[in-house]
């Protein structure tokens, strides 16, 4: 008998994807886990509206689709690093985050102050953007690092 093991990369970019599965945003879904140095998951997230805030009541529409920042959902979501920095209980000094969008600069700040060192990315496809260059440089002033996930990726279906 023979078992296909997956890394610890893969595992725990899995548990992110499959996070993101819980997003209500019908354009882009994300999702986190962060992880400890001895390989425990020490808190999962996943971009929505804040708790106890009806999904129903705020606009899912983007930038693009209208021109008032208020009537698009970028002023009222949380991230999904941010969820998993705020839902966690645990010190995340030291731990590594998964993530399926590489952080904008807020998460940026956020994922610093936590105390987080690394990040596992997915996905970079804002790379250009003003929000994406500001992170990188306040990640690589505070010493966090940042790899491109190159793993498998895996079909999750249900």
């Not at 209208?66 to 966690?88: D, G, M």
Request: with cysteine.
């Amino acid at each position: 008998m023979t078992f296909d093991n997956i890394s610890w990369d893969e595992y725990f970019m899995s548990i992110a994807l499959l996070s993101a599965k819980r997003s209500k945003d019908p354009n882009t879904k994300v999702g986190a886990c962060i992880v400890s140095t001895d390989y425990k998951v020490l808190s999962l997230g996943y971009n929505g509206m804040p708790t106890g805030v009806d999904d129903n009541k705020i606009p899912w529409k983007s930038h693009t689709d209208t021109s008032s920042f208020l009537e698009s959902k970028y002023p009222y979501v949380c991230h999904a690093e941010l969820n998993a920095i705020l839902n966690s209980r645990h010190d995340l000094k030291g731990s590594t985050c998964y993530v399926t969008l590489f952080p904008c600069n807020e998460c940026a700040k956020a994922i610093i102050q936590s105390g987080i060192k690394n990040i596992v990315y997915l996905d970079d496809k804002y790379h250009d953007q003003l929000e994406e260059i500001a992170s990188r440089k306040l990640l690589d002033m505070a010493g966090v690092k940042y790899t491109k996930y190159t793993g498998r990726i895996p079909n999750i279906k249900f």
